[in-house]
């Protein structure tokens, strides 16, 4: 198999054995992030279509997403990095109930890279923790990603929460991942909820709509 449609096929089959020696080959003409977009997220995209459709099963997803996080891990040193983290500090989280966190650390990966000072809490957070962290840290944002329907519901009830204890306004909200739709959040979301709140697409919608709320 030609190299790229090789490492595609490296994240639907979890096969790690040669990773590395792949990765240094597209790295001789690709960037690290184009290696990560064009190529392995592909792969996760048929990762997605098998498990939907009962060809594959858990586990072997659950490998699937290891050789992708080790892949993100292995190329992240080769990104471009500007220098500080002064630009803005947000407090990132999947939210209650979600363990999806492979979006959420490329989300994470990006902003950090492009100037921004991520305090990524972690998975299966609840509101009462994210709102913490963003008081503690003094956050200029939230950022909330799910990728279950269910967690589309619980980022609406983490706005009512927001609302409810009168911080609506106090931090925007980005949100993220492959549940939601900019319908959902542009419409419904933002109809409900006193505060700035923002659909990001990817992470690159991501780092655009920090740079927005910053300026
Ligand atoms: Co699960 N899973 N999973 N899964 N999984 C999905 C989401 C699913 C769509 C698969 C399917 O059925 N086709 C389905 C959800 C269906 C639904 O809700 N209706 C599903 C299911 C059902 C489940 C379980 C319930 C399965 C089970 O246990 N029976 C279970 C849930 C557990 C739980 O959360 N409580 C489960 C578990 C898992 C694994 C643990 C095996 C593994 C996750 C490993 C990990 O993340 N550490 C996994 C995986 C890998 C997937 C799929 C195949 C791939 C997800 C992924 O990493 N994509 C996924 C299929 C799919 O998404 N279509 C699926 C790559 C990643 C880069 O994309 O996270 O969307 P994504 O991020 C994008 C954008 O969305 C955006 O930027 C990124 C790209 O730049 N983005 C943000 C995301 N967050 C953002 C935040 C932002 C901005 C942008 O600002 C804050």
């Known amino acids: 198999l030609p190299l790229d449609e090789r490492l595609k096929r490296r994240i639907i089959d979890g096969e790690r054995t040669g990773l590395e020696a792949d990765l240094d080959a597209a790295l001789v003409d690709k960037s690290a992030l184009a290696i990560i977009n064009d190529i392995l997220l592909?792969?996760?995209?048929?990762?997605?279509?098998l498990f939907g459709s009962g060809q594959m099963q858990l586990?072997?997803?659950?490998?699937?997403?290891?050789?992708?996080?080790?892949?993100v891990a292995y190329l992240e040193?080769?990104?471009?990095?500007?220098?500080?983290?002064g630009k803005?500090?947000?407090?990132?989280a999947t939210v209650r109930g979600d363990v999806h966190d492979i979006g959420k650390n490329l989300v994470d990966i990006i902003l950090s890279n492009n100037?921004?000072?991520?305090?990524?809490?972690?998975?299966?957070?609840?509101?009462?923790?994210?709102?913490d962290a963003a008081e503690q840290h003094n956050a200029d944002a939230i950022g909330m990603s799910g990728l279950l329907v269910k967690s589309t519901v619980i980022m609406k009830e983490?706005?009512?929460?927001?609302?409810?204890?009168?911080?609506?306004?106090?931090?925007?909200?980005?949100l993220g991942g492959a549940a939601l739709t900019r319908a959902y959040v542009e419409d419904?979301?933002?109809?409900?909820?006193?505060?700035?709140?923002h659909y990001a697409r990817d992470a690159f919608e991501g780092?655009?709509?920090?740079?927005?709320v910053m300026a």
């Open 42 to 49: 592909d792969g996760m995209k048929v990762v997605g279509e």
């Open 59 to 71: 586990p072997f997803v659950l490998q699937s997403a290891e050789v992708m996080k080790t892949s």
């Open 77 to 85: 040193p080769h990104m471009d990095k500007a220098d500080d983290g």
């Open 88 to 92: 803005g500090r947000i407090v990132l």
């Open 115 to 131: 100037g921004y000072e991520v305090v990524n809490i972690g998975i299966k957070q609840p509101i009462n923790a994210i709102l």
């Open 158 to 174: 983490n706005l009512q929460e927001m609302a409810t204890r009168g911080v609506a306004d106090r931090w925007p909200v980005l």
């Open 188 to 197: 419904d979301l933002r109809s409900m909820f006193a505060g700035e709140v």
């Open 207 to 212: 780092l655009s709509l920090m740079e927005r």
